[in-house]
């Protein structure tokens, strides 16, 4: 159902770990999107700490390794810690490694969140009625991601929607939305023709630009006064919609 590694840590707690990494993002010559290593971290943290709170973890570490240079090390850890910042989590460390004894003509970065949980999410859910699905922000992937930024669900709203306790939040990466959908229910597996969705649910979400929640009827306009315009629903087209 997720992206994630869970094992037990002692009698109480279980470890999640979540990972991320780009190739080709940076600042050298050859890399395919040109920008600053704080960007290139801040979106692979997001990722990794998004798919570990969706878990049900509390993150408390990252490792980055770093293979841009010596000198990208403080601009990628200040991304890491912009990412922790917006989602209200200051005290996580930080480690990693650089790779110094030869230079890469490419940017590439690896990062690792790990979390503790006593309980963790459970599978599959059990698709019903009375059950509603959305996507928060929009999918994004290589140079959209810093044109289109405003379209971004922000950390800070995963936060919150998380700290509500009731919905199951799922981060979309670069399989698409409906990929991500059908990892979501035991009972049900969804077709493009058989959406209604404004968002196009085949393309890549890139750096988890977007995420699906799931929640109760009652609640959908609590999640949409929360969400804005970051809320884009998802409903299942019956024979009479077509």
């Known amino acids: 159902m997720r992206d994630v590694l869970s094992f037990p840590f002692n009698d109480k707690e279980f470890i999640v770990v979540a990972s991320d ?9 050859g890399d395919s999107v040109y920008t600053d290593y704080e960007t290139v971290a801040y979106y692979s943290v997001r ?7 969706a878990a049900g973890a509390e993150p408390f570490a990252v490792t980055l390794q770093n293979f841009c240079g010596e000198s990208a090390w403080e601009e990628l850890e200040l991304g890491v810690k912009k990412g922790l910042a917006e989602l209200k989590l200051p005290d996580v460390k930080i480690t990693g490694s650089t790779e110094s004894n030869f230079t890469l ?6 990062l690792s969140v790990l979390g503790k949980t ?12 009375d059950i509603r699905l959305a996507v928060i ?8 991601v810093l044109e289109r930024s405003g379209e971004t669900a922000p950390l800070s709203l995963f936060a919150q929607l998380h700290s509500l306790g009731y919905p199951v939040l799922l981060p979309v990466g670069s399989k698409g939305i409906l990929s991500e959908l059908n990892k979501l229910f035991a ?3 969804f077709t493009k023709e058989k959406l209604i969705a404004e968002l196009d649910m085949l393309k890549s979400s890139g750096p988890a630009t977007c995420f699906i929640i799931v929640f109760p009827l009652e609640k959908e306009e609590e999640i949409k006064s929360i969400a804005g315009s970051y809320f884009h629903p998802v409903t299942e087209r019956r024979d009479s919609d077509a």
Do not use: F
């Not at 922000?137 to 959209?144: A, K």
């Open 137 to 144: 922000g929009s999918p994004l992937v290589g140079g959209e």
């Open 21 to 29: 990494n780009s190739g080709s993002i940076g600042n050298k010559p």
């Open 105 to 110: 003509n490419q940017s590439a970065v690896g």
């Open 47 to 53: 990722v990794a700490a998004m798919e570990c709170l």
């Open 187 to 189: 009972n049900r597996t």
């Open 118 to 129: 006593t309980s963790l999410v459970s599978g599959p859910l059990v698709y019903s009625d």
